[in-house]
């Protein structure tokens, strides 16, 4: 949780074992084993950890955040972008992909309609860019918005 620069760590929840939390487990297994057969150089690395938000919501689907995070102090993701692109994966130099105004270029990207039909690029403008409206809000109804099954009230 932020509050304005300040962020707070969520208090850990303890939670029953199901299908689902065996299944989200061996995901984030199989990419650990599979990142710890290739050379990674210039970084801290160790594995990986998920962490969801929203766990004491009832009922809970493990559908909130699923972010992935390394494991250890002075891991990686805690350095700067300089020192994080001087890091080598079997010798290969890694890049970091961030893309502009992600939910809405995938969901433009998986309904096929992408800058080919000149209705949307990111790269023109501010996607989330909606009249007087502020940022922040357009945004946070768009990520809302996304994945709801029906309308906000």
């Keep these: ?65 699923g972010r992935l995070y390394s494991i250890g102090d002075g891991s990686y ?15 290969e130099p890694v890049v970091e992909i961030d893309i502009r105004a992600s939910y809405l270029t995938l969901l433009h990207g998986l309904r096929g309609l992408g800058a080919a039909g000149g209705a949307f690029d990111p790269k023109l403008r501010d996607s989330y860019h909606v009249g007087d409206l502020p940022r922040a809000i357009v945004k946070a109804w768009v990520t809302m918005t996304i994945g709801h099954e029906g309308f906000h009230r």
């Design 1 to 65: 949780m932020r509050q304005g620069r300040n962020k707070f760590k969520g208090k850990d929840l303890s939670f029953d074992c199901t299908a689902e939390t065996d299944r989200i487990e061996d995901q984030v297994r199989k990419l650990t084993e599979f990142l710890a057969n290739h050379s990674i150089t210039g970084g801290n690395h160790l594995g990986y950890r998920r962490i969801f938000h929203g766990g004491d919501t009832t009922p809970y689907r493990w559908n909130k955040g």
């Design 77 to 91: 993701q805690t350095w700067k972008k300089e020192q994080r692109l001087a890091m080598t994966i079997d010798g």
